[in-house]
């Protein structure tokens, strides 16, 4: 067992020796949940507290992510992917549908291309095949305010890029609340490593291979990973749907009720 803030989680060790932690709630079909850049399994709470009901839901913390070893980078899509694999076959998990948020909607696609015995189904939200140049940019950006900001400016600027004007506007009093005692998730290494991972991430030519079902989430407001990848994404999973939202990168928050049902129906 490894502890996140005191609490044990169970954890599997990968085939290079890396502790990955993960959390199960609920009860059904099997949903392994994957969460992006720097962030861990705790940023499922809105979802998991809706789908929990009709699934059984498995959070998994990527490596250099909450409770999970943050061994030295780079880190790949691949080898995450592996890991989450991992975990699902420790669990006697015969095949799960998958849902990723940004560098997790990466790693699924590396479940649906290296794994695909274990996938079910896929749902690649704000997410991309391969980098394009305002993504490039933005990561590089992250990575460096990564390095220079504090901690409460860092996270400002990071939702200043998440959200769109109009759901931050609305949010505004708790997003500033949120950053003035920020809980930096992963460590500035492990930051690193992950954001080495998403610029390195390019599987176009290998895509159309997915088979399994795919819902491709964008937020039209998107300037983290520009609606341009969506359309990409798209093009190149030869059995999948898109679904627009009106907001940013953080739509699947933006518009909970709206992605909350809309993955229900699509994973049932």
Known sequence: MNSLNGIAMPEIRATDGVRIAWEERGSGKPLL???GLGADRTAWSPHVDDWERSFRCIL???RGA??????????TTARMADD????LRALD???ASVVGISMGGAIAQQMGLRHPELVDRLVLTASWAG???VSEDVFAELLAARELFSATDFVRRLQLLIWSPSAYAERAAQLRADRADPALSVSDDAFAAQV??????????ALPQVVAPVLITCGAADVFTPIAASEELSRLLPNSTTEMF?????HHWEELDRFNRLCEEFLQ
């Open 131 to 133: 980098m394009n140049p």
């Open 246 to 250: 009106a907001g940013g990168h953080a």
């Open 93 to 95: 998990v015969d095949r």
């Open 84 to 87: 989450a694999a991992e975990v």
């Open 33 to 35: 949940l994957l969460m």
């Open 66 to 75: 909450g409770a999970s070893d943050a061994p030295a980078g780079p880190y």
């Open 60 to 62: 998994v913390d990527n």
């Open 196 to 205: 080495h991972a998403c610029l390195a991430h390019d599987v176009r030519a």
